[in-house]
């Protein structure tokens, strides 16, 4: 993902994050994923116009809150039962990147217990839109 981030459309923005932010959510396949939650940890970055976003009277409205990525995860996941990490980061994405300021995003999701043997299993995705 790292070559991404020298897309040129990305190259005047500034780029806002909200890092291992963890969750209990109903989420997966298999019986015993379906019988309660299970701990997911969500990392978004969302890229967004210097231009645009650069506060000049140091107010919030000048701005993306950071809430906005928080609300849009918590929007998420109260739909219900997701069965695959990859319709939650898709989901994920196009909310986030419905945001006028927004000119990209990147979301992964991680199931840290899935197996004993490995840190996490997970998914990542990047979007950005198109002129």
Known sequence: MSAVLLHPRLADCRRLF????EVNINIGVHDFEKRGEQRVVINVDLYVPLASTTPREDKLREVVDYDYMRATVAARIGQGHIHLQET???DLAAA???HEQ?????VSTEKPDVYPDCDAVGVEVFRIKED
């Open 18 to 21: 909200l890092r291992n932010y």
């Open 102 to 106: 927004v000119r990209a995003v990147r």
């Open 96 to 98: 986030l990147l419905a």
């Open 88 to 90: 939650l980061v898709d």
